[in-house]
């Protein structure tokens, strides 16, 4: 798919920088839908040729659409304009629902399945150090883009959710369906460079961060259900968080 060739107009008795200008017009055209999620974008040489403008402000241009999010750039494949952002919201809900209810396509890859014990995990659910829980690593796709990378244990109880539920649904939904419903979690959330593994799995160039998010979360009895670690995509996913004083 070859990239498309936008209309600009480059004032060069404005006051406005020329990389500027450059930005804000190819910044409307994905603002107005000409440029979708995933299309090529064209490369620096061939843009600063057709408008007659310098390689440093075609790049600048370019570097401050990356710095926004509007676009990523991915070694061998060029730069493309960026997925949409995830918003989500601080409330007590899966990325799969959340992905659904924006209109987007989500789908689940399972990496690992089966029975594990790990002592944070065990603590984390109130549970005994030795204890074999269900271990779940999934990568979870927005359309075509790796969004996250989560790794999820659940307690014994839960041992009979199957690898083809986890593809077709949200880890919340299965639960629910089990009669245990998730009402309160305690949850953290950081900033990390990426493992080599979160590295390849969600196409992340160097030095990109991932966003992180640990979750414990908790029934109406107070009993522990799920606990998880997540890594995101800094660049396609932020939370948002509404804030009182009491």
């Known amino acids: ?116 014990t790990d002592d944070r995990a065990a603590a984390a659910l109130d549970l005994e150090p030795d204890t074999e829980m269900l271990s779940l690593v999934r990568v979870r796709w927005a359309g075509d883009q790796p969004l996250a990378i989560m790794h999820n244990w659940l307690p014994p109880a839960h041992a009979d959710i199957s690898r083809e539920e986890l593809q077709e649904q949200g880890l919340y939904a299965l639960l629910r369906r089990r009669g245990v419903k998730p009402v309160v979690a305690r949850q953290s959330i950081g900033a990390r460079m990426p493992t080599a593994a979160e590295r390849r799995a969600l196409d992340l160039r160097s030095g990109q961060p991932v966003l992180t998010m640990t979750r414990m979360a908790f029934d109406a009895a107070g009993a522990a259900i799920e606990f998880g670690d997540h890594a995101y995509c800094a660049s396609d996913y932020t939370i948002d968080l509404m804030l009182d004083e009491r």
Request: charged share 30%.
């Open 1 to 116: 798919m070859s990239a498309l060739q936008l209309d600009v107009v480059i004032d060069r008795e404005s006051p406005v920088p020329l990389y500027h200008q450059l930005a804000e017009q190819l910044t409307a055209a994905i603002d107005d839908g000409r440029l979708q999620p995933g299309d090529p974008f064209e490369n620096e040489i061939a843009l600063a040729g057709r408008l007659s403008l310098s390689r440093p402000t075609v790049r600048r241009a370019i570097q401050e659409m990356v710095d926004q999010g509007l676009l990523v750039r991915r070694r061998g494949r060029g730069t493309t304009v960026a997925n949409r952002k995830v918003h989500r919201k601080a409330r007590l809900s899966s990325l799969f629902d959340d992905l659904e209810a924006e209109g987007r396509e989500p789908r689940t890859e399972v990496i690992e399945m089966g029975p594990a």
